[in-house]
C-alpha cells in the first residue's frame, strides 16, 4: 500500500511537472512569437528612424539652402530699394534742374521782352524828334527805315504829334535845336514809367546810347538863301 500511495504520487507530481512543463514551453513559444513581434517592431521602428533621419537632414539641407536663397533675396531686395531711392533722389534733382533753368529761360524771356519794348519805345521817340528836328528845319521828313527790316518788324502805329512850336532862339548865339523826346507827354510818361518798371534802363543805355541832336543851323540857312 505504501508502495502504491507512493506511485500514485509520483506520477501526480509527474504529471504535473509534465504539465508545467507544457505550460512554460507555451509561455515559451508565445515569447518567442512576441520576440518575433517585438523584432519586427523594433525593425520597422529603426527603419522608420532612419527614414526620419533622412528626412530630417533632406528638410536641413532645404532649410540651409532657404537660408542662403533669403539671404540672396534680401541682399537684392536691399539693391533694389537703395537704387530705387538713388532713381528717386536723380528725379528729384533733375525735376528741380530742370525747374532751375525753366526759371532761368522765363527770367531771360521776360528780360528779352522788356528789353524789345524799350528799345521800341526808344526808336519810337527818336523817330518823333527826328520828324520834329526834320520839321523845324524845314526839311521833308524823311526816316531812315531799312525795307528789310520794314518786312521782318511791322511798324508800330504812332499816334500823330501836334503841331511843335519852333523854340526860341538863346541869346548867345546856339542855333542848335533841342527837342524833347517825349512829344507826347502822357504816352511818354507811359513808356518811361513802363521801362522803368521793367528795370532795364542800364541795358537800355549799353544797347542804345544817347544820340546828340542834329544840328541844322547849316539846313535852315540855306533854306533861308532859298
Excluded: W
Excluded at 514551453?25 to 520597422?44: I, N, P
Excluded at 501836334?162 to 523826346?181: I, Q, T, Y
Excluded at 546810347?209 to 533861308?224: C, G, I, M, R, V
Aim: glycine letters at 4%; hydrophobic letters at 35%.
Amino acid at each position: 500500500d505504501g508502495l502504491e500511495l507512493r506511485l500514485k504520487e509520483t506520477q501526480y507530481r509527474l504529471a504535473m511537472a509534465e504539465a508545467e512543463v507544457r505550460s512554460l514551453r507555451e509561455k515559451l513559444e508565445l515569447a518567442e512569437t512576441e520576440r518575433g513581434d517585438v523584432g519586427r517592431l523594433l525593425e520597422g521602428a529603426q527603419n522608420r528612424l532612419k527614414d526620419a533621419e533622412t528626412e530630417a537632414a533632406r528638410a536641413q539641407r532645404e532649410a540651409l539652402e532657404l537660408q542662403e536663397q533669403l539671404r540672396a533675396l534680401e541682399a537684392k531686395y536691399a539693391r533694389a530699394k537703395r537704387l530705387l531711392r538713388e532713381m528717386q533722389q536723380r528725379g528729384q534733382e533733375a525735376a528741380h534742374r530742370e525747374e532751375f533753368h525753366l526759371h532761368q529761360l522765363q527770367e531771360k524771356d521776360h528780360e528779352y521782352n522788356a528789353l524789345v519794348k524799350a528799345l521800341k519805345d526808344r526808336v519810337i521817340i527818336l523817330e518823333n524828334c527826328l520828324s520834329e528836328t526834320q520839321k523845324a528845319a524845314g526839311l521833308p521828313v524823311q526816316l531812315p527805315y531799312d525795307n528789310t527790316m520794314k518786312l521782318l518788324t511791322p511798324q508800330m502805329k504812332r499816334r500823330r504829334p501836334p503841331p511843335p512850336a519852333v523854340p526860341a532862339m538863346e541869346s548867345d548865339g546856339d542855333d542848335s535845336l533841342r527837342c524833347d523826346l517825349s512829344p507826347d507827354e502822357g504816352s511818354g510818361d507811359h513808356r518811361r514809367s513802363t521801362v522803368e518798371r521793367r528795370g532795364i534802363g542800364d541795358s537800355f543805355d549799353r544797347v542804345v546810347p544817347q544820340t546828340e541832336l542834329l544840328d541844322s543851323t547849316a539846313a535852315k540857312a540855306k533854306a533861308e538863301l532859298a
